[in-house]
């Protein structure tokens, strides 16, 4: 079966990090930019950030730039989100996105081959 799988979600204090992970299953990841969107209760599903197959490229929302880190290890066939300083608006669902080759932009904008299952990040104040 072909599918993205995340963890690393949870309840965490404002101020304190958490990183995500996602990993593929039935297809070779390093081959695919990967991002993550998030959804918050009643708001619009948001690009938070991505990065390029070859691992040369990234992009980040405005919200969460200097904050937030992704990286890939293909070693491990597996992307990380390193959320630092969270804040209660980061509160969502993060859902790991596949798009085949180096195509970050077109990631950003709603490109995809696969969809995760999300994971939960919720920040208390």
């Known amino acids: 079966q072909l599918q993205l799988v995340e963890s690393g979600g949870g309840l965490v204090q404002s101020g304190g990090s958490l990183r995500l992970s996602c990993g593929a299953s039935?297809?070779?990841?390093?081959?695919?930019?990967v991002g993550w969107f998030r959804q918050a209760p009643g708001k619009a599903r948001e690009a938070v950030s991505c990065?390029?197959?070859?691992?040369?490229?990234?992009n980040y929302a405005d919200a969460v730039k200097g904050r937030f880190t992704i990286s890939r290890d293909n070693a491990k066939k597996t992307v990380y989100l390193q959320m630092n300083n969270l804040k209660p608006e980061d509160t969502a669902v993060y859902y790991c996105?596949?798009?085949?080759?180096?195509?970050?932009?077109?990631?950003?904008?709603?490109?995809?081959?696969?969809w995760g299952q999300g994971t939960q990040v919720t920040v208390s104040s």
């Open positions: 996105v596949a798009l085949f080759d180096n195509r970050c932009p077109a990631l950003f904008t709603g490109g995809h081959d696969y």
């Open positions: 990065i390029g197959s070859r691992g040369g490229t990234t």
């Open positions: 039935g297809f070779n990841l390093d081959y695919y930019s």
